[in-house]
């Protein structure tokens, strides 16, 4: 019989080889097909293939080489349309350009704070390549499908890991990306939960609709799970939302609970506990911590117009000297409280107000309500011009994902995040498809009453 580092030896080649001789099909049609090339962007952006490599394949730049192949498949492309540039892809370039001069006047170590901003550049590549290429509904549908194929996949792996241990399996993200967090993974994955349901919804085959269900169970299993109390609002959030537009109020209202109060009782006691500390948050050292940080990061940003810069209050140096703990009590008092070295924000707005001051917080709080607003200006659209009803579906869990990011991303650092900027790609993209849309329908009866009235006077 084998010894188990034999076998999990083996098992992680024959999973090297398998990618490897998937990789380049997967390259041929990001060259073919550029909606393509931008979904597989996306994808490798949150399934971080060199976390599921251990053996000779691990050594490959993944990212690098379908980047480069979705822009190269996009320089290529002879049909390239116009773009439609409107307020939230200004709103884009505005707060990229203002996370250069907040980097290029940093407080911070230069050479971290410019590796930070090369990280969210490519981020906004990715929104101004997306704008540019997706082009249907079927190029939106196949960058929804790319985040279910890579957080969706997470999330059922990590989900039966879970329920078959117990409770007693640690869920967390892949190390060394960003979500590897466990609370930045479950706000990933909340985020990702509206747009599964709009996938069950204009999906047709049996046995997809089947996978997508599997993986919204797995989604909430791995929320919960995380023991994330971010994710456990912002899930409840989600949850109320659906429940409130649901047509089958008084039925969901007797089964959800129950359903959720037996799910519950099989949770872990540490799960419990930690939950419980929402009540107590005053108390609770961690968040007591978080406390520090955002008052540190007020701080940097009263002090300098351009913020602190990419993580510079994760700084010793920096968050010692703006001293947090005895600096803007009157707000919240941790004079009593001491913490040996720097804190992260654990928040998407201190995080930025940190990072960039007042104004670049201003921009990002504008570019969240931009997309929002155009995602409502869309279903608008289309109730008074029905061209198409999927799209009514997706402009409503477009909302739905923002509001869920807001909620939870309250109690996170995950302000430069791939899949909230392809959501504000999908929404800029979106819009402009109904649009063209609606102007043709408009054009088509235009001529058509013209022709009428012709024949009419004849």
């Known amino acids: 019989m084998q010894s188990t580092p034999k076998l999990m030896s083996r098992r992680n080649t024959m999973r090297d080889v398998f990618f490897l001789l998937i990789f380049p099909m997967i390259l041929y049609f990001c060259f073919k097909k550029p909606f393509i090339g931008i979904s597989m962007w996306l994808w490798v952006a949150l399934f971080f293939p060199k ?64 590796t930070e901003w090369v990280e969210f550049f490519k981020i906004c590549l990715l929104y101004f390549f997306a704008v540019a290429i997706l082009r249907t509904e079927t190029h939106i549908n196949t960058m929804i499908w790319a985040v279910v194929f890579s957080l969706g996949f997470y999330s059922v792996v990590e989900g039966l890991k879970y ?15 960003v979500l590897g967090d466990r609370n930045d993974l479950a706000v990933g994955i909340i985020v990702m939960i509206p747009l599964v349901v709009y996938l069950l919804s204009v999906t047709q085959h049996k046995i997809l609709k089947a996978g997508l269900t599997l993986v919204l169970i797995m989604a909430v299993v791995c929320v919960l799970g995380s023991g994330s109390r971010g994710g456990f609002i912002g899930i409840t959030i989600v949850a109320g939302y659906f429940w409130f ?5 008084f039925i969901y209202l007797l089964v959800v609970p129950l359903i959720a109060y037996v799910g519950l009782e099989y949770m872990p006691a540490s799960w419990h506990e930690r939950m419980s500390t929402i009540e107590n948050a005053d108390q609770d050292m961690s968040f007591l911590g978080r406390i520090m940080a955002w008052k540190q990061a007020i701080l940097m940003a009263m002090d300098n117009i351009t913020g602190g810069g990419f993580k510079a209050g994760q700084m010793n140096a920096i968050w010692f000297q703006y001293d947090p703990q005895h600096n ?19 928040s998407i707005y201190f995080q930025v107000l940190g990072d960039h ?70 929404s800029h993209v979106m819009s402009n498809i109904i649009k063209r849309e609606v102007t043709a329908q408009q054009t088509l009866a235009s001529n058509a009453n013209s022709q009428f009235a012709r024949e009419g006077s004849g």
């Open 163 to 177: 329920i078959s241990s117990g409770g007693g399996h640690v869920l967390a993200g892949m190390p060394s990306h």
């Open 328 to 346: 803007l009590n009157w707000l919240f008092d941790t004079s009593t409280v001491y913490f040996d070295g720097a804190k992260a924000a654990h």
């Open 51 to 114: 976390a599921w490599v251990y053996g000779f394949a691990s050594g490959i730049r993944y990212n690098l080489i379908i980047v480069g192949a979705a822009i190269i498949s996009y320089l290529v492309m002879k049909e390239k349309q116009k773009n439609q540039w409107d307020s939230l892809s200004w709103a884009v370039v505005c707060f990229l350009v203002w996370t250069f001069f907040t980097s290029l006047f940093t407080i911070s170590i230069p050479e971290v704070v410019w």
């Open 245 to 249: 537009h649901s047509k089958h109020k």
């Open 357 to 426: 001051g007042f104004l670049g917080l201003f921009l990002f709080l504008l570019i969240i309500y931009l997309a929002f607003s155009q995602a409502k200006q869309t279903a608008k659209m289309l109730k008074a011009h029905p061209v198409s009803p999927s799209m009514v579906k997706l402009s409503s869990m477009i909302r739905v994902s923002l509001v869920a990011y807001v909620v939870a991303g309250a109690a996170v650092s995950l302000a430069y995040f791939d899949l909230l900027f392809a959501l504000f790609a999908i």
